[in-house]
């Protein structure tokens, strides 16, 4: 399954438990917090000023090596 920016974080998180590191690395702490789970992608990249297109680029490239 590719990784959208508009996908939920807390769907990419269920199908990958190994993607959170990279949330926790652009300062999303809060991964169990329900709000955080319910945001895309997108809207969380925008309020932690990071690129949505270059994280999903590197979230999928970890998914395809874990396969």
Known sequence: MEITKDMLIGDILNMDPTTAPYFLEMGMHCLG????RGESLEMACMVHGVD????????NAHVQKAE
């Open 33 to 36: 917090c329900p709000a955080s």
């Open 52 to 59: 949505a297109d270059a994280l999903a680029e590197k979230l």
